[in-house]
Every structure is written in structure tokens, then in C-alpha cells.
């Protein structure tokens, strides 16, 4: 697989992460109160703050944490000559100017990893971690991740999460969930 070079990407997707729309998968009912002990929780749980990104919009203080450490993450990426070859896709639209692709990714992505540290009030409705990363059924997947390709994926999580200055016992946390999901993902 090709390996791209995306430095002129960084810059719009630096202008694009100030742009990203708040609209999430707000799920349908609320959820009973929970007692503080999820890692969604810690992360500030369901306090609802203003969204920085988007004048006039609430979003919960959880949410945030992630989707700032996903933005963050999929920065690094973007400048990751290891892994960006799979995003060509995503990356040349960019370059483009149409971000609809790089939005739909930090929903996704922060929606996936709400969901999967415990928060309640949203619901990801993407594709399956297996679908999401066989190419056959996700093409905007360029070519299958390797288990190399998992590790620099989880380098740039990190990277993502220490830029956003996320205590590391939290990232530890983190780092469990994704490392449960390598066998779904690296698919060869
Ligand atoms: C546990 C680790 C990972 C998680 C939780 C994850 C999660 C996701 C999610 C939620 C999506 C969006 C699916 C949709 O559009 O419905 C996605 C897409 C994608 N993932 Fe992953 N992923 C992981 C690891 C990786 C790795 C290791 C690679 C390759 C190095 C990778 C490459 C991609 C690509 C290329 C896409 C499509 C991006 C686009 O929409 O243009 N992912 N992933």
C-alpha cells in the first residue's frame, strides 16, 4: 500500500476541526442516572457545557473530552506516514475542500468511543469494527490494517489523548478498550 504525505492536509483539517457540526446520535430516551464510576464519567460524564466549537450548542462534558482527544488524534494521523495510506480516501477529500467525510469520521469515531467508555445518551449506528476495516465492505478503508498498523494507530491515540493532557491512568483505561478490538480490526 501506498504511503501518503498530507502536511498541506493538517492545516485544513486544523480549520475544519474548528468547523465540525455538533449533531450527534442523541439517543431517543434518557438514561437513569448513573453513580459515577464509568470512564465515561471520569472523562466528566453527562454535565452538560457549552461546545466550544459551536456558538449556542450544549454538549456533554464526556463528549468533549473525546471528541477533543479524537480530533487531536486524527490530526496525527493525517501527518503519520505509518498508517495515513489507509485514509487516501478521507485525505483527498480534504485536500479538496469537502470535509463531509473528515466530520462523519469525528462523529463516528467520538460516538463509537462514548459509547464504548459508557456514556448512555449517544448511540453509534456506523458500521461494525469489523465492516468499518475490511475494504471489501468499507471502501474507503485503502487496503487492510496489519497488526504494525494497529500499534501506530494506538501511538497516535496517545499522542492524541497526552495533547489534551488526559491524566495517563485514564489513558491506560483507554488503551484497554481499543487493545480488545485489534482482533476485529487487523483482519489479515
Ligand atoms: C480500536 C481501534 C479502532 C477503532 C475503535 C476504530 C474505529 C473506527 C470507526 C468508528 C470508523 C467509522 C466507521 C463508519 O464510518 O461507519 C472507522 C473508520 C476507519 N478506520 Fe478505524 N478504528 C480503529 C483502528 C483503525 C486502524 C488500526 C486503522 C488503520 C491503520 C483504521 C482505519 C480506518 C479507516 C481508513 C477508516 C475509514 C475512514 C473514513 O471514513 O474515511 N482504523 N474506524
Same mark, same amino acid.
Given at each position: 500500500?501506498?504511503?501518503?504525505?498530507?502536511?498541506?492536509?493538517?492545516?485544513?483539517?486544523?480549520?475544519?476541526?474548528?468547523?465540525?457540526?455538533?449533531?450527534?446520535?442523541?439517543?431517543?430516551?434518557?438514561?437513569?442516572?448513573?453513580?459515577?464510576?464509568?470512564?465515561?464519567?471520569?472523562?466528566?460524564?453527562?454535565?452538560?457545557?457549552?461546545?466550544?466549537?459551536?456558538?449556542?450548542?450544549?454538549?456533554?462534558?464526556?463528549?468533549?473530552?473525546?471528541?477533543?482527544?479524537?480530533?487531536?488524534?486524527?490530526?496525527?494521523? !493525517?501527518?503519520?506516514? &505509518?498508517? @495515513? %495510506?489507509?485514509? #487516501?480516501?478521507?485525505?483527498?477529500?480534504?485536500?479538496?475542500? +469537502? =470535509?463531509?467525510?473528515?466530520?462523519?469520521?469525528?462523529?463516528?469515531?467520538?460516538?463509537?468511543?462514548?459509547?464504548?467508555?459508557?456514556?448512555?445518551?449517544?448511540?453509534?449506528?456506523?458500521?461494525?469494527?469489523?465492516?468499518?476495516?475490511?475494504? !471489501?465492505?468499507?471502501? &474507503?478503508? @485503502? %487496503?487492510?490494517? #496489519?497488526?504494525?498498523?494497529?500499534?501506530?494507530?494506538?501511538? +497516535? =491515540?496517545?499522542?492524541?489523548?497526552?495533547?489534551?493532557?488526559?491524566?495517563?491512568?485514564?489513558?491506560?483505561?483507554?488503551?484497554?478498550?481499543?487493545?480488545?478490538?485489534?482482533?476485529?480490526?487487523?483482519?489479515?
Amino acid at each position: 500500500m501506498k504511503k501518503a504525505t498530507f502536511l498541506p492536509v493538517i492545516a485544513i483539517i486544523a480549520i475544519a476541526s474548528l468547523m465540525l457540526s455538533a449533531c450527534s446520535k442523541k439517543a431517543a430516551s434518557n438514561p437513569a442516572p448513573t453513580m459515577g464510576t464509568t470512564l465515561y464519567d471520569t472523562l466528566g460524564g453527562t454535565t452538560l457545557v457549552a461546545d466550544p466549537t459551536h456558538q449556542g450548542a450544549m454538549i456533554e462534558k464526556g463528549r468533549l473530552a473525546i471528541r477533543n482527544v479524537i480530533d487531536s488524534t486524527i490530526f496525527v494521523i !493525517a501527518a503519520d506516514s &505509518r498508517i @495515513n %495510506g489507509h485514509f #487516501t480516501v478521507l485525505l483527498s477529500e480534504v485536500t479538496k475542500g +469537502d =470535509l463531509s467525510g473528515f466530520t462523519d469520521l469525528s462523529e463516528n469515531l467520538t460516538t463509537f468511543v462514548s459509547g464504548a467508555t459508557g456514556a448512555k445518551d449517544y448511540i453509534y449506528i456506523g458500521l461494525s469494527m469489523h465492516d468499518a476495516h475490511d475494504p !471489501a465492505t468499507n471502501p &474507503r478503508m @485503502n %487496503g487492510k490494517a #496489519t497488526n504494525a498498523d494497529f500499534d501506530a494507530f494506538v501511538s +497516535d =491515540l496517545v499522542a492524541g489523548a497526552n495533547k489534551n493532557k488526559v491524566p495517563s491512568a485514564i489513558i491506560t483505561s483507554l488503551g484497554k478498550i481499543v487493545e480488545s478490538l485489534r482482533t476485529t480490526v487487523v483482519q489479515m
